[in-house]
């Protein structure tokens, strides 16, 4: 039994049917090599384009996680240093600091504190953090414009890290220039 190996076929020796007409052996022939052709592209050329395909699309992939995974690592680093800006912060008020008496104060300032007709506080845990979550709900009615905004502006900008979360205006109802407020104000607590 012999092997078949690529030394044993000669290509020299193959030769078509003799009885085939001149014409035959030409179409014969074309086939044969459309059929080599076909074999070359299906074996060797579509594979290697269908690699190169892959590896592009793979390529593209891998850049657009690259990207996302840097933005997400300079979000990272803003977000770190913000809380530790606002760690900071936080530490650096004084010790005997509440929300309710902070805004008291800060509404006797504005000169609405007779305008205020309630302010309830709460205080919440957050969950895996060491901070409380403290909130004023205040409700404030018959003040000018002006009064409130100096008020908000007091709150906005307090180096206290106070923000307010909602805010619900409307007209009064006795006197059409003057509004009614109520707010909810919050920070972090130690």
Do not use: C
């Not at 305008?115 to 845990?125: A, L, R, T, V, W």
């Amino acid at each position: 039994m012999t092997a078949l190996t690529l030394k044993n076929i000669s290509l020299r020796n193959f030769s078509l049917p003799s009885n085939l007409q001149p014409r035959e052996k030409m179409i014969v022939a074309a086939g044969g090599g459309v059929l080599v052709l076909f074999i070359i592209f299906q074996l060797i050329i579509f594979p290697i384009f269908d690699r190169r395909d892959a590896m592009a699309r793979k390529i593209q992939d891998r850049t657009q996680a690259l990207q996302q995974m840097q933005q997400l690592a300079a979000e990272y680093t803003s977000l770190t240093l913000q809380s530790s800006t606002s760690d900071t912060k936080l530490r650096l008020r004084p010790k005997n600091f509440t929300l309710f008496s902070y805004l008291d104060i800060l509404a006797g300032q504005s000169g609405i504190k007779q305008n205020i007709g309630y302010m309830k506080p709460s205080k919440s845990n957050l969950k895996d953090s060491p901070y409380n979550l403290s909130m004023v709900e205040m409700k404030m009615t018959g003040m000018t414009m002006d009064q409130l905004i100096k008020f908000l502006h007091g709150v906005e900008t307090s180096a206290n890290m106070i923000w307010i979360k909602r805010i619900s205006l409307s007209r009064e109802e006795k006197n059409s220039g003057l509004i009614n407020a109520i707010l909810q104000v919050e920070t972090f607590q130690l």
